[in-house]
């Protein structure tokens, strides 16, 4: 653990907390998710001091996953990882946790540095971490490891099972400048729905002027497709731009 002054823990004491949800694992459990939920960071911190203490870390990688989980919701990522760190055998959503809560706060290159450390001890990524990894390629515009990832996916047929990895991988390609390729993949999805077609047309108004019959072409296919469009997502395209 940091620094006392890092953890304020000394104002809310374990006995603040309810009693039964200390001793039961399941209650603790659903504590700590309430507080994911309410972004309680004190309250998060006074239960991770409780965790250390009665060594629980050690024994419950759901309960450990939680509080990466909920650190990261706080936007706290040095503690998601000091938990991270703390739980001795971790599994794909252990890693899921901290890799997405990289790529939700902006942190693009520490996702992509704890996926290959996630590949190296052998762990095997599912949809969830391929979505969030693919996000981060997009934050840091990193064009050939987002390929690495497309043809990673493609290879064990992932694309044809999940819409939301479909979409980060559009977004990713659109967020590159990679045009083409993000139309390429659109255009082989199974399944497209409003998110796919955001983020499409978002990359093409960022590409400019030169792809305006692009952009046309699109928005009309949008529209004959029957995807729900509504005033929000054309808002959120133009500010997006």
């Known amino acids: 653990m940091k620094d006392a002054s890092l953890h304020p823990v000394g104002s ?10 200390l001793h039961d694992h399941v209650s603790l459990l659903n504590l700590i998710k309430s507080c994911q939920k309410e972004k309680d960071l004190l309250k ?47 599994n794909a959503v252990t890693w899921n946790a901290l890799i997405s809560g990289y790529a939700q706060n902006g942190f693009g290159h520490e996702a992509l540095r704890c996926f290959r450390q996630m590949k190296d001890e052998g762990i095997c990524p599912d949809v969830v971490t391929y979505t969030c990894v693919l996000k981060a390629c997009g934050i840091v515009r990193s064009l050939e490891f987002g ?12 694309l044809e099972k999940d819409v939301m990895l479909g979409n980060a991988l559009v977004d990713m390609y659109c967020k590159c400048g ?57 808002s959120a395209i133009s500010v997006e731009s």
């Open 12 to 21: 809310l004491a374990h006995g603040d907390l309810p009693e039964v949800q």
């Open 44 to 90: 998060s911190r006074t239960i991770h001091s409780y965790l250390l203490e009665k060594h629980i870390l050690t024994k419950n990688v759901y309960i450990g996953n939680a509080l990466v989980t909920t650190y990261a919701k706080c936007g706290v990522m040095e503690e998601a990882r000091e938990v991270f760190e703390q739980i001795p055998i971790r």
């Open 147 to 158: 390929e690495y990832i497309d043809a990673e996916v493609r290879n064990r047929r992932l």
């Open 178 to 234: 990679a045009m083409e390729k993000a139309q390429y993949v659109f255009e082989q999805l199974p399944e497209q729905n409003v998110v796919t077609w955001s983020a499409l047309i978002t990359g093409y108004i960022r590409k400019g002027l030169s792809d305006e019959g692009c952009i046309k072409d699109s928005l009309l296919g949008w529209v004959t497709s029957g995807s729900k469009a509504s005033s929000c997502n054309f």
